[in-house]
């Protein structure tokens, strides 16, 4: 090749990694730039009205069912800046107190972190013998 041609084809190459920038940087980290989450953490938290938590609670987020666990609590990935529903489950020996007939609407932002909290009291008589 003659020297004429090698700097054709280095001048082309630089032109075509201008225009995609991304191909100058596969394999490297990129800094500098600002991505958008695209999605958004929730945690739901079960509790008793003492504060004490109630683990491996259902629950339900936009119909999709889960559970807590061991420690009362689940985080779950969502879509960003639209409504959620989070639907509390009955738990046998408990009644809910909060949310309001079990049922939580939240938006959260992208990248945006939120907790949901149920609340439940004890049901039952104590046996005096």
């Given at each position: 090749?003659?020297?004429?041609?090698?700097?054709?084809?280095?001048?082309?190459?630089?032109?075509?990694?201008?225009?995609?920038?991304?191909?100058?940087?596969?394999?490297?980290?990129?800094t500098g730039r600002v991505?958008?989450?695209?999605?958004?953490?929730?945690?739901?938290?079960?509790?008793?009205?003492?504060?004490?938590?109630?683990?491996?609670?259902?629950?339900?987020?936009?119909?999709?069912?889960?559970?807590?666990?061991?420690?009362?609590?689940?985080?779950?990935?969502?879509?960003?800046?639209?409504?959620?529903?989070?639907?509390?489950?009955?738990?046998?020996?408990?009644?809910?107190?909060?949310?309001?007939?079990?049922?939580?609407?939240?938006?959260?932002?992208?990248?945006?972190?939120?907790?949901?909290?149920?609340?439940?009291?004890?049901?039952?008589?104590?046996?005096?013998?």
């Amino acid at each position: 090749m003659n020297m004429k041609r090698l700097i054709t084809i280095f001048f082309a190459l630089i032109t075509v990694f201008s225009f995609f920038p991304g191909l100058s940087q596969a394999g490297h980290k990129i800094t500098g730039r600002v991505y958008k989450a695209k999605t958004a953490t929730l945690t739901v938290a079960t509790q008793d009205h003492k504060g004490k938590m109630i683990p491996n609670v259902p629950f339900s987020v936009d119909g999709e069912k889960k559970q807590t666990g061991k420690d009362g609590q689940a985080s779950v990935e969502v879509a960003p800046d639209k409504k959620i529903t989070v639907r509390f489950d009955a738990v046998k020996g408990y009644r809910i107190q909060k949310p309001k007939n079990g049922i939580s609407l939240i938006k959260i932002k992208a990248g945006e972190k939120k907790t949901v909290q149920a609340v439940y009291k004890k049901t039952g008589k104590m046996l005096v013998s």
